[in-house]
């Protein structure tokens, strides 16, 4: 079996995430398409990459990621680092003819993705932006419910992406809060992954129409941990000003007609990772909740009346990408094996010479729709998502 | 024990909900402000009218209106036919000096609620209009919540109302598919009752900006049944035009601040009576599906971290109207006790002399922003909510 | 339209919900059996009374239940007192040639209940037990799937009744926790519901084998209140014993082979009126909780493995008494609606001169499985349910 | 860091389950305790063996468990087998020195399970059996509200796991319908953990009385696939006896008074990996239900009556185990979560010299549970579950 030597740039939660999924994947997908070899980690300081080699069971470490993209026996380069790096290593990597997966967003904004997009086209390496929750089993069988036609066409969407990880005005001042660093707020971070569902489920976003608004104007100066989520470091020191966006809620209309919304905050008490989907089609309805991730939610026009209502049906053998997975609906499908998708699909790709979606190209369509809704968040008007040769779709 | 008269005018669907509010009344609350007393019923013929008196438990029957209104035993006049005649019968009645509840919403357009408004006004009557889902005992424990501060600051707001009985293009081009009649479709019919909720919980909507669709463009003329819902009549027979909205999203703004969206469709297969809302403020969130309408969900900031959730609370003795009601949470809350707590408010504000609310006041501000949403649906762009002497809130 | 008298004896909570059925009934089931005349209403007092007929609608009352009962202008006796006193009155009823709908438990034993349907029977009259919950519904949909074949053979039964009113050791002890006036505790107050539902969905029970706990084996004296349920009159004063059941843990077989259990308490903190049952069949399973009654769950085999997983089925127009109830699925089935129609199938019975069920021989049997569980309670070994004339089912 | 090499016996679906945990473990706990080292994989065949070891990242294999026990760098021997295996190889196990962890259930029967457990006493090793379940983090959440007293004194315990993966009839004979070597049918599979459950949040179990049933006597024999689950490869051929129980439906009582119930079966139609538990304490209550494991429902007395219903508590970084997990409640924890815990808390306890719990001592406890549901399904009386030194408990 071929191997897929790996470096991985970033050892914090993500790390940790997609370290299980190299390790993971030929357990689950057999026989592999190739060996996934965790080759070396990327971090900070010697020390840490250090650690997370040690941890996360990584051949070697190293502090520049500039001299690990050079490294002649790496094939992929997997960047799980904030936002405002992502493309300057995307591109590097690329130049040097490494294959990329980048963590989502792509990148801060759809300018910096176009570039990295374009890297990745004329370098002619395959390349992956990690929206993992596309391939949720869930998410995957109401995919597979929509190609065979089973709800009809389709009229509207409605998705949300809700937590409440930021709703503590006294939660740190992370990166996460910091336009210079991470683009935006709830827009990318977590917005992204609804646009990328909403794009795979029902098509591409021809226009939105959004309120944005930041909730919590200033947070506490973080004085420890780079990627602290919540409030683990609560303080009471000095405060620093937020400049994304809490809260976004957008209208959407796709290219096919159908319409619908999307919104986004981590400030709802309550939520958790709140991923929802409500689809309504001329033949049925699907809604998912990433909450209860392993069920899938599907209503039938065709079923009798005294029998028809909303079927909860559990992934498994029998649903997608579950031969791999667990033998039994229900056994428990959680975030690793999102993970463990995702890293299969795209090593498959790279043996197979394929495109793996999502890609790049997704990466910087769903830029697009996150400037869109920012810009039409400020602007108050409906804002079109241009095509990538700047005609609107 | 007082006697309030009424003169109830419909004798569908809304009147056997009406008659049975008015005899268990004063069951349910006792002692009762008055006791109200089942004068006479109006139908289309004398024969319908006669059924009607029949079935319904009223002293007598009449197939005119406008005899009924100026029958000087009569003390309110209860409207509930379709749309486009209530304003007309409302006017007369408060000119004819009689309090006046009128079913939602309270007229086709916001011009013929404003007249309506002004002629209750004038008359000095008491108005109500029977946006009924506010009387939900949980929905009415969501705002003692919300007036105690348990949430703190509301931030956000999004409603639902999702039925399916539309959804099939073979059910019946009934009065409600007709503007003429009905004014509009999904937003008067259904979306009104959000916006009630919507100001009820939260205060008064700026302005909205909305999508608006017709999914199904005709329908099977109807043949039979005056007020039929779903598809109790389906038709291979001629088609006529369907001239109102099946579906609206829109962003609102709230004057105080507080942003959200509201969304109505009865094409949604698989829902069936769907009003949700989902509310996060600055100390917790709540949530409500009328589906499963004994219950309220609530979750709380305070709480400890690892106690921290939504809480499922059953209202009972102990929720407001409990007293009233059933004796232990959960016995089971239907439609008739939210029309049964409708009757007693009405009747008590009539015994009071006082105002109630719901009234034509708040029957014009939710028409004023169903015209908005409607407006919008066509310009596509924000349409603030005027106030009632014009100007802009 | 034929009038059938009726007079009830008892005003308590279920006074009103029994006074609210009988307005209601002719307005649901149209054209209606009979018209339900509210003739005369009993209570402890002459001044008990006189409110109860004000309050209730009834056209007279009186404190004497011998009296009435021997009134020749009325049809129908029904009994809302406690236990205690049901099988004194319901055989003078039937004596005096009066139809009888007693509330349940049928008696506090089931020698008592025995002489009650040898009364019935010798007069000759309409019987019935107000076990409501059977027709929620949603638990008459599920016998129709049964009845249908739809899930196949039964395999097996679970049914519970949680409620928590009782929970507090602070709550007094009203006459449901006196076993000379309730006969039992859990047993005969909730979980003869339970029973009844068993045996209306699968068949009479065989043997059951039981755990029976009393919790709490005192309470404060009750200063207050005939009928109170849960805190509402706390107390620091002197406690009496409780000599009831709190809690009965019951496995049960089924003539037919099926096997299950039956679950109830009034000490489950956070469930209120949670009766479900779950019942497997070699083609499908059925799931019920009435907290959620507007709602019915079933899982088909015959799905394909792909789309199978229990639908959410909502009862409206197109499921058992859809028809008189209301015109969309989830508009809100209440208590109400399950005594009205109760109301419906006891005139209907008397009016056509046929059975309705549950009658007093439900009832009996009832009450031999609620005698059988308290043995098994007290002996711990399996308890035969005994045949009318003496021998094991 | 130390290493602790294991030597797993047994390559289907819990080798691999096992193998992620190993590769995971250190990934989640950080400063791990020791670095597991997948040493050697032991499958039926040379093929098979070196199979798993590609597949699953092992340094070895061998078809030879003998020889792999008696392999002097051998730490830790891992039993993933088939029941009827597991004695023979934990015993030889324990006598070459080798800590042991085994499969649940321990044994086929409770005989086997104390011939286990003496020798791990006997040759003073770690033993631990893999009921993963109670590792589930709300599980754990579960036993530290218990143990800190938030719902008081524990009244009762109703568990259930329900499966439907053998509900078709045409679902192969597989060695888990075979007695000779599984020991039992759904008592042992499914219900053993459910006993593990009870005795970890509640105690000893004293007594039991049980039905039980086998619903299909006979099944296709199985032409492929040695553990295969569910109708994967459903045959027409000749088919063979079933001599395990279907269905287990248990009353239990505990040593420390409280009373409750256990149900089995894999026959439940829509049920998948249904694990649930409620109980009912003095001060409020909890439910789980698996299939949706990322929360925990917890409902407490001391909350006010107007706010008072079950929380739904999501796990995350703030409950147990969070810390090592996932930094955000609801990520997603799925079965390979409950077995990397189990792995981090096994080779703790190797480093520690500490018991880990549920140990060998646990596992027989269970199987003595289980031995006494079957017994008593037989007998029809209640069985008393002996205390090792052969008296009752």
Redesign the interface.
């Known amino acids: 079996?071929q191997d897929i030597k790996i470096a991985m740039i970033g050892g914090g939660?993500m790390g940790?995430a997609h370290?299980?999924a190299y390790?993971?994947m030929?357990?689950?997908f057999?026989p592999?398409p190739a060996r996934p070899v965790k080759h070396v980690v990327v971090d900070a300081t010697e020390d840490l990459a250090r650690?997370a080699a040690?941890?996360?069971?990584w051949n070697s470490s190293s502090s520049s990621w500039e001299a690990v993209i050079n490294d002649p026996e790496v094939d992929l380069v997997d960047i799980a680092t904030p936002n405002n790096l992502h493309a300057e290593i995307a591109i590097a990597a690329a130049e040097a003819g490494k294959h990329v997966i980048c963590e989502k967003p792509l990148a801060p904004t759809s300018a910096e993705a176009l570039q990295m997009l374009e890297a990745v086209e004329r370098a002619g390496v395959v390349s992956a932006v990690a929206f993992n929750y596309r391939r949720t089993p869930a998410v995957a069988?109401a995919k597979?419910y929509i190609d065979e036609g089973?709800?009809g066409r389709i009229?509207?969407f409605?998705g949300t992406y809700l937590?409440d990880?930021s709703?503590?005005p006294d939660s740190p001042l992370s990166w996460r809060f910091q336009k210079k660093i991470a683009g935006s707020g709830a827009v990318g971070d977590i917005g992204s992954h609804v646009v990328d569902i909403a794009r795979y489920l029902v098509g591409e976003i021809s226009a939105v129409?959004?309120?944005t608004?930041t909730?919590i104007t200033e947070r506490p100066l973080q004085t420890s941990g780079f990627d602290a989520?919540?409030?683990?470091s609560k303080s009471d020191g000095p405060r620093g000003a937020v400049d994304v966006d809490d809260?976004a809620?957008s209208?959407v209309?796709f290219h096919n007609g159908a319409?619908?919304?999307i919104?986004a905050?981590r400030?709802?008490?309550?939520?958790?990772?709140?991923i929802t989907f409500?689809i309504?089609?001329?033949?049925?309805?699907i809604?998912f909740n990433?909450?209860?991730?392993?069920?899938l939610?599907?209503?039938?026009?065709s079923?009798p009346?005294?029998?028809?209502?909303?079927?909860?049906?559990?992934t498994?053998?029998?649903?997608p990408y579950g031969e791999a997975l667990?033998?039994?609906?229900?056994?428990?499908?959680?975030?690793?094996?999102?993970k463990i998708i995702e890293a299969h699909d795209v090593i498959k790709a790279i043996v197979d010479g394929s495109r793996v979606r999502p890609d790049f190209a997704d990466g910087y369509a769903a830029a697009l729709v996150d400037d869109a809704i920012l810009e039409s968040g400020q602007s108050?008007?409906?804002v079109k998502i241009p095509t990538r040769d700047g005609g609107d779709v």
Chains 1, 2, 3, 4 share one sequence.
Do not use: C
Request: hydrophobic residues 35%; aromatic residues 16%; negative net charge.
């Open positions: 079996m939660f940790k370290s299980l390790s993971a030929p357990m689950f057999w592999a650690t040690d941890r996360y069971g069988l597979k089973a709800i009229l509207n409605r937590q990880w709703a503590d129409n959004s309120i608004s909730y989520l919540g409030g683990a809260e809620i209208l209309r319409v619908g919304s919104e905050t400030n709802a008490w309550g939520r958790n990772n709140f409500e309504h089609g001329t033949e049925g309805s809604f990433y909450e209860n991730r392993d069920e939610q599907v209503a039938f026009k079923d009346a005294d029998r028809r209502g909303f079927r909860t049906v559990y498994g053998p029998n649903t667990w033998p039994i609906p229900a056994l428990g499908i959680g975030y690793g094996e999102t108050g008007e409906w």
